[in-house]
């Protein structure tokens, strides 16, 4: 399965962003979709992650409230809606995938299978 994401760019504070990871093969839709995301010298953290069955959402503290992950299995697409841009939000945004996953580890980066190849997101003040 290959991601591409998109949609990232050069922002103002408190602007939105909508990024897009649209996925090259139909099981898309029975895997669990993350975002993470990563900037310079800092690891990898989860931002938000959606079961297949769309009705389990899971948010990062320091992003709930503001975004919201959708995901559209006709479109074999997860989407990223960032409201009220910080710049602490600036990051390379990357999504994945993952054909199974526990609850408990939703939020790991190596429960993932499959990696897009990020999508950069500035925020400036």
């Known amino acids: 399965v290959q991601l591409q994401a998109s949609g990232g760019g050069l922002v103002q504070t408190g602007d939105s962003l909508r990024l897009s990871c649209t996925a090259s093969e139909r099981t898309f839709s029975s895997y669990a979709m993350g975002w993470f995301r990563q900037s310079p010298g800092k690891e990898r953290e989860f931002v938000a992650a959606?079961?297949?069955?769309?009705?389990?959402?899971f948010y990062a503290d320091s992003v709930k409230g503001r975004f919201t992950i959708s995901r559209d299995n006709a479109k074999n697409t997860v989407y990223l809606q960032m409201n009220s841009l910080k710049p602490e939000d600036t990051a390379i945004y990357y999504c994945?995938?993952?054909?199974?996953?526990?609850?408990?580890?939703?939020?790991?980066?190596?429960?993932?299978?499959?990696w897009g190849q990020g999508t950069q997101v500035t925020v400036s003040s």
């Open positions: 959606i079961r297949w069955t769309a009705s389990n959402t």
């Open positions: 994945a995938g993952a054909r199974t996953v526990i609850l408990s580890m939703i939020r790991v980066p190596r429960a993932y299978d499959y």
